[in-house]
């Protein structure tokens, strides 16, 4: 019997009475005691589960070895806490929770280890042979992404790659012998605290470097074709054939997994609308494939009178089912949320031809476990957090006896069951809104505010429209007569795409938030936690944590000054909460984040346009005001010659120096200097300006993992030309 079905303790007093007065009172409180005990005890698994991850989880947040060994000293000691406590529920709960926690910081730190791969230590230019192991079409950026293993020893065993795609040689595909002549170097770390952590991507992928290949790529031995990349890249190009444009990207994500082809804009537009869930390939495209052939299967095989008497045609569909779900699992490149779907159907399925409950928060654990045995690193992931997250907030809503009896069949006319309908798509759309809200933010520093509406729009039409449409588009291109349907999904993309851009532009449709602070993520995530896992009154005792989160995550500052590793890059954030670029060619990638890290939804603008700043080719002067506070900063943004005096009495002059070179000593500002030499240090910067300055790095988050950036060597830099002219300052007070 799983926890969740179990009476709940809030409805045993009628039900007890009943009993009293048909006179089995003591005979019914004795099975609704054993009913309670085994629903206790049923919590084991859902909390060794959780037990699990948070031992992973606190070996990606604590600093180091010495972090590390502490904790599993202290999971351990809880374990033999358990053990000293008797063989009771308390004492099983501290064994189990005690070994969980355990196993999973020492899984993760094994596999962070066991998985390490050597680095470029510095940007280089080379020519070499590799072994094409990856191809990634990115058809937005008109790029490939290549997953190289080189031959010879000299770089390390994996690099990645990219080359325009106009330029694609014949030949090039999975198992390919190349030459090529790239520009690599090490991957990229956390550009600011808080943001995307790149490098640890990097790390449990084995890349030991990145870059772009500088000439045209040669072919020395070709592909010799076949393999599922080649297949899903044969049915991306086929499907962006018939459907070009912006309708044929969201259909190859939908298909086959790829989101590359997804351009930009439309991308944003779905992020910004919360309909960005159905490009991921995951729980809603993988019940609708498995659902599909589930019915085609039941429907063909009804048609046989001597099968349908002889077999049990819904355990034979269920196979068909689950076959189908893992082959689209195989082709859309076996990401983290396809995976968990494809277990937990499987599952589904499993529990269906046994005859017992199929859907609860076991099958949940259970799919998280899986997934965690293997990739121990996706908990760190937004795509592990939000489609888990997601799945148990639907479960636990549906299973909270007051929405049970409220959405339950009925005898009722068709208008009150299509009401109950649409209100229960209401409340779920609702529910996993809230349940998505804090990892959107954490991750992302945005949340839609109008997606229940639009998700109630856009996943019929996907579910029931689109999908449909493109897999009859596909099965009928063998024949050659899938051009109405194709013309058909076009126009149903394009609906949900405008869809996407109305709500995305609308006024008020993004919440946007600073780096939240890790303790108030924590915070949230553990009352939702206990929320979902408790029944009765006991649950509700989450939502205090889960509200000291969210006040803590809204209180979260807004930096005034951010800086990244290489000091090309600053944003000064404005009074009003606008950030200004030092730069102002900076690249998209440069514009989304420093906006991301000021909560600001928009485009930044340019530090030489501003009041209070005084720019000219080599450098800029801006005078910033906090309070009672006035700072002077002081940012180099040339590589030319800067003449000695000049020079320090600019410093000398500046309570902030901010230069992607390294700075002489006699350069002393009032209170800080962030040079080439610091930030090799500190990574990139987040600065707070209050009555008590400080300053946040990325050195700091990254701690002593493995894959802690040496930002020396991703940072490097071709020397200045000193021949040049010395450059001059911005003048004037």
């Keep these: 019997m799983d926890w969740v079905s179990a009476p709940n303790i809030e409805d045993a007093p009628a039900e007890l009475a009943q009993g009293r007065n048909s006179g089995g009172f003591l005979a019914l409180a004795r099975e609704r005691a054993e009913l309670f005990l085994e629903a ?101 950026k008109g790029d490939l992404r290549l997953t190289l293993a080189p031959l010879g020893g000299a770089l390390p065993p994996r690099v990645r790659v990219s080359m325009p795609q106009d330029g694609k040689p014949a030949g090039l595909g999975q198992g390919a012998r190349i030459r090529v002549r790239a520009r690599l170097q090490p991957p990229p770390p956390m550009a600011l605290p808080g943001s995307h952590d790149f490098a640890r ?143 937990a159907a499987v599952l589904v399925l499993g529990g269906i031809a046994l005859g017992r409950e199929a859907i609860s928060l076991r099958l949940v654990a259970v799919g998280a476990l899986v997934v965690l045995l293997f990739r121990p690193e996706a908990i760190g992931g937004a795509s592990f957090q939000m489609s888990f997250a997601a799945v148990t907030s639907i479960i636990v809503l549906h299973q909270w006896r007051p929405v049970r009896d409220l959405l339950s069949p009925r005898e009722e006319g068709l208008a009150m069951r299509a009401l109950r309908g649409f209100l229960g798509l209401i409340l779920t759309g609702l529910v996993v809104e809230v349940a998505l809200m804090p990892f959107a933010l954490h991750h992302f520093h945005k949340a839609g505010l109008y997606s229940v509406g639009a998700n109630l729009i856009a996943i019929p039409l996907t579910t029931f429209i689109v999908m449909p449409l493109e897999a009859g588009s596909l099965i009928l291109d063998t024949a050659g007569l899938g051009a109405p349907l194709w013309a058909a999904t076009g126009w149903s993309i394009d609906l949900m795409l405008d869809l996407a851009h109305r709500v995305g532009s609308a006024e008020g449709a993004v919440a946007m938030l600073p780096t939240m602070p890790r303790m108030a993520f924590a915070a949230m995530v553990a009352g939702g936690l206990w929320v979902a896992l408790w029944t009765g009154r006991i649950r509700w005792w989450g939502a205090l944590p889960f509200a000291a989160g ?78 009672k506070h006035a700072w002077r900063l002081l940012a180099i943004r040339s590589r030319d010659r800067i003449d000695w005096v000049a020079l320090t009495q600019a410093c000398a002059d500046a309570d902030i120096v901010v230069a992607d070179r390294r700075l002489p000593k006699a350069c002393t500002p009032r209170w800080l200097k962030l040079d080439r030499a610091a930030l090799e240090q500190s990574g990139g910067v987040a600065i707070f300006l209050n009555d008590q300055p400080r300053m946040a790095t990325v050195s700091e988050d990254l701690g002593d993992h493995p894959w802690a950036a040496r930002f020396q060597a991703t940072t490097g830099r071709v020397p200045s030309d000193r021949s040049t002219p010395p450059a001059r300052f911005p003048t004037g007070r």
């Design 40 to 140: 206790e005890r049923a919590q084991l698994p859902l909390w060794f589960a959780v037990a699990f991850g948070f031992g992973i989880a606190a070996w990606l947040w604590l600093p180091g070895p010495s972090q590390w060994m502490a904790f599993l000293a202290l999971a351990l000691g809880f374990a033999a806490a358990g053990v000293t406590a008797g063989g009771g529920r308390i004492g099983r709960a501290m064994i189990f929770g005690g070994l969980a926690m355990a196993a999973g910081c020492a899984l993760i730190w094994w596999r962070s280890d066991a998985i390490a791969a050597p680095t470029l230590e510095r940007p280089s230019v080379v020519t070499f042979e590799a072994m094409i192991e990856k191809v990634e079409p990115r058809a937005a």
């Design 201 to 343: 991507d990097a790390w449990f992928q084995a890349i030991g470097g990145v870059g772009r290949a500088l000439d045209q790529v040669e072919v020395i031995e070709p592909s010799p074709g076949g393999g599922l990349d080649a297949l899903r890249d044969r049915l991306g190009r086929h499907i962006r054939t018939q459907l070009p444009g912006d309708a044929g990207g969201i259909a190859t994500a939908l298909a086959n997994g790829d989101q590359a082809a997804v351009s930009e804009e439309d991308a944003e537009a779905m992020r910004r609308s919360g309909l960005a869930h159905l490009l991921s390939v995951s729980g809603l495209h993988i019940a609708a494939v498995v659902g599909a052939a589930m019915l085609l299967s039941l429907r063909l095989l009804a048609l046989s009178e001597r099968l349908a008497l002889r077999f049990n045609l819904v355990i034979v569909s269920a196979g068909a089912g689950a076959l189908a779900g893992i082959a689209y699992t195989l082709l859309t490149g076996m990401q983290v949320p396809t995976v968990r779907a494809c277990i």
């Design 550 to 627: 969210a006040i803590g995550a809204a209180l979260a500052p807004v930096p005034d000054l951010l800086v990244t590793g290489d000091g090309q890059h600053l944003a000064l954030v404005r009074e009003d909460g606008v950030p200004v670029l030092l730069r102002s060619r900076s690249g998209d990638f440069v514009r989304d984040l420093m906006s991301e890290a000021s909560a600001y939804d928009g485009d930044p603008k340019a530090l030489e346009e501003q009041h209070f700043a005084r720019c000219s080719r080599e450098a800029c002067i801006a005078d910033i005001t906090q309070g």
